[in-house]
């Protein structure tokens, strides 16, 4: 079965100070797993995926993701945030798999990220 | 391209209405999906479509209904409406299925946010 867990609901840093937001999976196949941000009363946006190619994965606005299959995680960094950053941020895992869960995707619960001048 | 389009952007029902949210896409996607989001919950998946006149539930299916017609649009139908069902609701569409594939990336509409008093 697939699962997310996002170990942080909420994370405030300050303007120009790394960011870690961290993810955990839990899947039955070789995974495929995402960042998708949301700003405020918008839709969701995606930020970057992985597939089984290189294992740190780079996407929009500096964000990226390394993949640690040891570990099971998939934790987003950026070096330095920007107000523009201050979103809530999931973590998904698409199922791979066979059957009928094929292609589904499996969210976290979201991390509230705050970022203060 | 208009992408993932989703009407109404705001609903307030009574107890017991019953109205069809509706969702369309530009893209030629074969899969199509619904996705409820709730505070702290993430998203979850009601109903998804691999093709036009193929549907299946997902994790949270009962008290909604849909279809799938057409390849370009996948309504999603609330028969009587409870105050549980007051959500923010997202369609997602993927331009590619194929079983045993990777997963491909999800776009979404920009949500319609649904009142049930």
């Known amino acids: 079965a697939q699962s997310v867990t996002q170990l942080d609901s909420h994370v405030s840093v300050s303007e120009g100070t790394p960011v870690l937001l961290r993810c955990n999976y839990s899947?039955?196949?070789?995974?495929?797993l995402f960042w998708y941000v949301q700003h405020p009363n918008k839709g969701l946006q995606l930020l970057l995926k992985?597939?089984?190619?290189?294992?740190l994965v780079k996407g929009i606005n500096g964000f990226e993701a390394e993949f640690k299959k040891s570990e099971t995680s998939f934790h987003l960094t950026k070096p330095s945030a920007h107000m523009s950053d201050a979103a809530e941020y999931f973590c998904v895992v698409s199922d791979r798999g066979r059957g009928s869960t094929l292609g589904r995707l499996y969210f976290g619960r979201g991390t509230q990220l705050t970022v203060w001048p | 391209n208009a992408g993932v389009t989703q009407t109404p952007k705001f609903q307030v029902l009574k107890t017991g209405q019953s109205m069809t949210l509706q969702c369309a896409q530009d893209?030629?996607?074969?899969?199509m999906s619904w996705y409820r989001q709730d505070p702290g919950m993430g998203l979850r998946l009601i109903h998804y479509s691999v093709g036009a006149g193929i549907t299946d539930q997902g994790e949270v299916p009962n008290g909604y209904n849909v279809s799938r017609s057409t390849t370009e649009d996948f309504p999603l139908r609330l028969l009587s409406a409870a105050p549980s069902q007051t959500s923010v609701y997202f369609c997602?569409?993927?331009?590619?299925?194929?079983?045993?594939?990777?997963?491909?990336?999800?776009?979404f509409g920009p949500g319609t946010r649904l009142t049930v008093l």
């Open positions: 992985y597939t089984s190619a290189a294992t």
């Open positions: 899947s039955s196949y070789s995974p495929s």
């Open positions: 893209m030629n996607h074969e899969y």
């Open positions: 997602a569409s993927s331009p590619s299925f194929l079983r045993g594939g990777p997963a491909d990336t999800q776009y």
